[in-house]
């Protein structure tokens, strides 16, 4: 029997993260499958990815009509249903997380933001990574006081 490449990679260090996410995904079992068996450590997602699971499949009509008939507002609905996705994947990944002592195991949303002076921003990394990406800040009209850093090296 060979050896399955993603758990190969994983025990070499790497952790492994599927870029995208839908209810679909998660309620057949397959993201429970890829965490189980390919050691998937991790999913990532974005508002891009999001409207596309949401559009493209009838998994959250339930959700969809039940928000509508409280009569929400559009992005009420949205984070509820992105809330519920994102917490349900969670779900699954806890073990991971309880595995790897809170290395992996978590479900990121990458937001947009229209303007970029006004969040704080923390930067963790070894010092080249922060220093650029500090610089791509300042570049961009963020105040220096709202970047918060911490560096590491290893």
């Known amino acids: 029997m060979s050896i ?68 929400n507002s559009a992005s009420e609905i949205y984070e509820a249903l992105v809330v519920r996705d994102i917490q349900m994947a969670a779900d699954l990944l806890a073990p991971v997380f309880e595995k790897t002592d809170g290395a992996d195991g978590f479900v990121s949303l990458a937001r947009y933001i229209s303007d970029l002076t006004t969040p704080i921003y923390y930067i963790v990394g070894p010092p080249a990574m922060v220093d650029a990406l500090r610089n791509v800040l300042n570049d961009a009209g963020v105040n220096t006081d709202n970047i918060r850093t911490e560096e590491f090296t290893g």
């Open 4 to 71: 399955n490449p993603l758990v190969e990679l994983t025990t070499s260090g790497q952790s492994i993260w599927y870029d995208g996410i839908e209810r679909g995904l998660i309620t057949s079992g397959e993201l429970k499958r890829l965490i189980d068996e390919d050691e998937l450590r991790g999913v990532t997602s974005n508002p891009t990815i999001f409207e596309k699971a949401i559009d493209s499949s009838d998994h959250h009509s339930d959700q969809l009509r039940e928000q509508a008939e409280r009569q």
